[in-house]
């Protein structure tokens, strides 16, 4: 079966930088791109970016611009994706996905970054 | 990019329907047939209800439909129950390209 399974909990501090994973499975890795979403506590949805698990080329929002990067270890079905220069307005849950550009039907069971000094 | 517009909370009794309004510009839910609905309960990771405006994933209940007209998306639910109450998230691809959400809605089964 499908699954994305997500790295652990994470607490940084202010102008840390962190790596979260999420290793897919179950699936074509190269079939579908992965997706990184946030969400703040008791907020809405955030898209951060996409990473097309077959070529490595990204897309992020304009709000992570700079601060954020993307990336894919195929051989073991890994992306990564991994943000700079923490603030506290990044502690957040951050979920992977599964997906086309447009939708994605998979998530994985996200994981907390706490900002922190 | 701004998040698509939601109204932040909807309610309905069991078994009426509900609709649920997203509402961006002609650079993202009115330029492409890319819009999808997400239901989160609680706790939960999102899960895909709707895709490209109105295609609903295998297993999905046919009481959740999906529509567009112009710069609005609309989300459907007929013959509400108890378990749909839980948070709907709209998004579309926009012309950037990139992805946007909704700021999301609240549904009450009363």
């Known amino acids: 079966q499908v699954q994305l399974v997500q790295s652990g909990a994470e607490v940084k501090t202010p102008g840390a930088s962190v790596r979260v994973s999420c290793k897919a499975s179950?699936?074509?890795?190269?079939?579908?791109?992965i997706h990184w979403v946030r969400q703040a506590p008791g907020q809405g949805l955030e898209w951060i970016g996409i990473i097309n698990t077959l070529s490595a080329s990204t897309k992020n929002a304009q709000n992570f611009q700079g601060r954020v990067s993307l990336t894919r270890d195929t051989s073991t079905t890994t992306v990564y994706m991994e943000l700079s220069n923490l603030r506290s307005d990044d502690t957040a849950l951050y979920y992977c996905?599964?997906?086309?550009?447009?939708?994605?039907?998979?998530w994985g069971q996200g994981t907390l970054l706490t900002v922190s000094s | 990019q701004s998040a698509l517009a939601q109204p932040a909370s909807v309610s309905g009794s069991p078994g009426q329907s509900i609709t649920i309004s997203c509402t961006g510009t002609s650079s993202d839910v009115g330029g492409y047939n890319y819009v999808s609905w997400y239901q989160q309960h609680p706790g939960k990771a999102p899960k895909l209800i709707i895709y490209?405006?109105?295609y609903r994933p295998s297993g999905v209940s046919n009481r959740f439909s999906g529509s567009k007209s112009g710069n609005t998306a609309s989300l459907t639910i007929s013959g509400l129950q108890a378990e749909d109450e839980a948070d709907y998230y709209c998004?579309?691809?926009?012309?950037?390209?990139?992805?946007?959400f909704g700021g999301g809605t609240k549904l009450t089964v009363l």
């Open positions: 996905a599964r997906g086309t550009w447009y939708s994605d039907d998979y």
């Open positions: 179950g699936y074509p890795f190269h079939n579908f791109h």
């Open positions: 998004s579309s691809y926009t012309s950037r390209p990139t992805v946007v």
């Open positions: 490209d405006v109105f």
